[in-house]
């Protein structure tokens, strides 16, 4: 039995060469269903370094799913015995200019496009750098 996890260490995701935005911007709220987006924004945004990549997909899919959190600890390794899209697949990444940083122990915060952070950590030859996946084919 494989267990699979989409996180990363010491690794600085850039945001998309695709991406829109020329800063982080706050993705739409929509009250009656939160997007994907918007969950992970507020997670990250509101607790920087608390979590890993798994811990955020992870609620991300228990809060859409309006899991109990007594049934977290089941879910979460059914959940995770299917690979699950990373972080560089997020929207956030993609379509509202917002880069993310795991630390040494994988835990996460987000570093919008226009701050001198995200140029510091683009420029730090310590971290490991991946871009965002593209929102469109290449041509």
């Given at each position: ?11 600085f995701i850039e945001v998309a060469d695709d991406c829109p935005a020329v800063t982080g911007q706050i ?40 899991l109990a959190a007594s049934h977290y600890a089941i879910a979460k390794k059914e959940f995770f015995l ?58």
């Open positions: 039995m494989i267990v699979h996890t989409t996180n990363y260490f010491d690794t993705p739409p709220l929509n009250v009656s269903a939160p997007s994907v987006a918007t969950i992970q924004f507020e997670l990250i945004s509101q607790q920087p370094y608390a979590f890993t990549s798994d811990e955020i997909i992870f609620r991300v899919y228990a809060i859409r799913n309006d299917k690979g699950q899209a990373c972080l560089r697949s997020s929207a956030l990444a993609k379509r509202y200019g917002w880069g993310f940083h795991f630390d040494h122990q994988g835990k996460v915060a987000l570093i919008g496009l226009e701050t001198d952070d995200y140029k510091k950590y683009c420029s730090n030859i310590s971290l490991k750098k991946i871009k965002a996946m593209r929102s469109k084919k290449a041509k």
